[in-house]
């Protein structure tokens, strides 16, 4: 068995360049038999893939564990409580303790949004499947402490 990482989103406005359904048929019917784990990441926020919800009933009927990493910045609650239902392992980029740096360090974000899929997934019982991760590059580590005590305090 192995673990298998699948890297279906691109970050770009063209689409063409996101992995179409034919290519992860292809991909799942090659290597999901004997994968173990599936890793949806990529270049890309695997919640605005365009074929999410079929990404994951695909590897869910070869039986795969599926983790993601994820800003969590969707408008889409079917999507967050998808990654409930079907994802086992949840990374989720925290990126700043409050909005003014949340939103400096990841442009277009919405601290808000974050905060708010966050307590959702909590509130369904998935906090034991996220995992936090926080930026840490010269400009931001000072903000990690503040970050942790955030997600702690608030959640």
């Not at 989720?92 to 360090?105: A, H, L, M, T």
Request: hydrophobic share 35%.
């Amino acid at each position: 068995h192995r673990d298998l990482h699948s890297f279906p989103t691109r970050r770009s406005s063209d689409l063409s360049l996101n992995m179409s359904t034919d290519l992860l048929d292809k991909v799942a019917s090659e290597l999901f038999p004997t994968a173990r784990i599936v890793d949806y990441h990529g270049n890309g926020e695997f919640l605005c893939y365009p074929h999410f919800e079929y990404a994951l009933s695909l590897a869910r009927k070869y039986n795969c564990r599926i983790r993601t990493v994820t800003n969590l910045n969707t408008y889409s609650k079917k999507r967050i409580s998808m990654l409930g239902e079907y994802v086992d392992m949840i990374c989720v980029s925290s990126d700043g303790p409050n909005k003014s740096s949340y939103e400096n360090i990841r442009k277009g974000g919405s601290f808000k949004l974050f905060c708010e899929n966050l307590e959702f997934l909590i509130s369904q019982g998935r906090s034991d499947l996220i995992i936090l991760m926080t930026l840490a590059k010269d400009n931001t580590f000072c903000r990690f402490r503040r970050t942790v005590s955030f997600i702690f305090s608030n959640f």
